[in-house]
């Protein structure tokens, strides 16, 4: 079985930092991108930010400039820091691993999620 476990969630003043982390386990052949996505109440879950296992990144408009998404290769772990935090960001986060497992094909995976609460 694959596992991805968050952490880092929390409550934070407008302007504030947060990091949230997101480790994947299990029977891992291999991990192609790794990412955050979000969703708030009332709305769809949109993408924050993906990550290549080369480095490569894309982030949402929204985002850019205050979030920061990198990756340890070797722990198959993701994090997000986050930086100068809006109302806004408030949502629920949700890590994202596309992978292969050894007996079995590409898939997407994902995590519990994470509650971030950005106070005004």
């Known amino acids: 079985q694959v596992q991805l476990v968050e952490s880092g969630g929390g409550l934070v003043q407008a302007g504030g930092s947060l990091r949230l982390s997101c480790a994947a386990s299990?029977?891992?052949?291999?991990?192609?991108?790794m990412g955050w996505y979000r969703q708030a109440p009332g709305k769809q879950r949109e993408l924050v930010a993906v990550?290549?296992?080369?480095?490569?990144?894309n982030y949402a408009d929204s985002v850019k400039g205050r979030l920061t998404i990198s990756r340890d290769n070797a722990k198959n772990t993701v994090h997000l820091q986050m930086n100068s935090l809006k109302p806004e960001d408030t949502a629920v986060y949700y890590c994202?691993?596309?992978?292969?497992?050894?007996?079995?094909?590409?898939?997407?995976?994902w995590g519990q999620g994470t509650q971030v609460t950005v106070s005004s």
């Open positions: 990550i290549t296992s080369g480095g490569s990144t």
């Open positions: 299990g029977s891992i052949f291999s991990i192609n991108t």
């Open positions: 994202n691993a596309n992978l292969k497992r050894y007996f079995g094909g590409w898939s997407d995976y």
